[in-house]
């Protein structure tokens, strides 16, 4: 059950401290179960909303009117009864004394809701961050005693062990399909292995991890000591069939054969036949974009009908007046990629409306500034 309440500056700042989790109030709470209240207060103030199960209701006293009341004592107990967060719908009255401190709050808020849904999209295990995620936790450094001496020096040769071994094994390898081998069965841990094969396919579209993360590390692996000419020339003209980011010195094709082995996304003789009869037709340069995303779907084994619908949302994305408009898009086209349906695709609509609701109540707000 949705309950929607209005709650003022000072006590939206109140909840925040709480990363929207509790109420804090030394009066009874009155929540309605309409979305927006027939009484809108004159002066300003925040509606938020939060849900509890249908069946710890009677917990509480319910008005005749459909309104619900929580009493002081019972703060703590609902409280522990709901569901995921509190979150701020919308604001009515004058906004110009709104402070700085709650506009900070919203845009905290906003960059949650985003890295909820983007998290949720780009995960194959459809993980979603909890209400605590930007909370500053405290690790207070561990004094360097004897032992903790003896243990940083063992591991300090153990690493120059490794690193030994690693450049000696590194000299002999000359494909990118020795180097991927090597990734997987010696070097990358299994919790590295592990959180590449959660990464899903909506994650691949953005490029940027070529040259950050794991990008990064392979550089250090495989470029920057290699003293190894044939595979950095093998690397440099290594063609997979498809258009893939290579990355500043060719890592981006090691990182891509990565992924696409973990999570059984190698190309097929089928999807390359397409690329090339694909690269032969004649298109107009207004097609070259186009184009270059559809040869990226196919590398992937997509279908067609999954191709036309996030081509779709590509032109409309140039045709885009907003912000919002373009967000939309985008996250629609992710969510063509995952194939979300039922409860999956009900918890990604949850989220992105979260996501608008916040976005769209902040550029209320400043536009009223």
């Known amino acids: ?50 849900e509890i199960e249908e069946n710890t209701v009677n917990n509480f006293k319910i008005l005749n009117d459909g309104e619900l009341i929580i009493k002081t004592d019972q703060i703590p107990l609902f409280n522990v009864l709901l ?27 906003k960059r949650f809701s985003e890295s909820r849904l983007k998290e949720y999209l780009e995960t194959n295990s459809r993980d979603i ?44 390898i000359n494909t990118v399909e020795e180097a991927v081998d090597f990734l997987i069965y010696e070097e990358l841990s299994e919790d590295r292995i592990l959180d590449i094969r959660n ?36 690397l440099n003209i ?3 069939g498809y258009t893939v980011n290579r990355g500043e010195f060719g890592e981006g ?9 973990l999570n059984h996304y190698i190309i097929t003789d089928e999807s390359k036949k397409k690329i090339e009869v694909l690269r032969k037709e004649k298109y107009d340069e207004d097609l070259a974009w186009s184009n270059y995303i559809k040869e990226r779907l196919l590398s992937y084994n997509l279908g067609e009908a999954v191709i ?25 086209q992710k969510r063509i990629l995952e194939g979300l349906s039922g409860d999956e695709l009900s918890v990604y609509n949850h989220l992105k409306q979260d996501y608008f609701m916040i976005s769209r ?5 400043k536009n009223k500034l």
Not at 9 to 26: A, Y
Request: charge should be negative; hydrophobic fraction near 35%; aromatic fraction near 14%.
């Open 1 to 50: 059950m949705t309950l929607y309440k209005f709650t003022s500056e000072k006590e939206l700042l109140e909840i925040g401290r709480t990363s929207f989790k509790e109420f804090i109030s030394d009066i009874p709470l009155l929540f309605y179960t309409a979305s927006i209240p027939d009484q809108i207060p004159d002066h300003g103030m925040f509606l938020i909303n939060c």
């Open 83 to 109: 569901v995921d967060r509190i979150k701020i719908v919308d604001f009515f009255g004058d906004s110009e004394e709104i402070g700085k401190e709650t506009l900070e709050v919203l845009e905290k808020e």
């Open 129 to 172: 961050i909890s209400y605590d995620y930007f909370r500053e936790v405290y690790n207070p450094s561990v004094p360097i005693g004897e032992e903790n001496e003896e243990e940083l020096e063992k591991l300090i040769e153990e690493e120059k062990t490794h690193a030994k071994y690693c450049e000696e094994k590194i000299s002999k």
């Open 199 to 234: 990464e899903s396919l909506a994650s691949k579209l953005n490029d940027m991890g070529v040259f950050f993360g794991l990008g990064m590390y392979l550089r250090n692996v495989f470029i920057y000591p290699n003293k190894n000419e044939d595979f950095l020339k093998y």
């Open 238 to 240: 290594y063609d997979p």
């Open 253 to 261: 094709i090691i990182e891509d054969l990565l992924w696409r082995t």
């Open 308 to 332: 036309s619908e996030y081509l779709k949302l590509e032109d409309q994305m140039d045709l885009c007046v907003s912000d919002e408009d373009f967000e939309h898009c985008m996250y629609e």
């Open 361 to 365: 109540l902040i550029k209320k707000l």
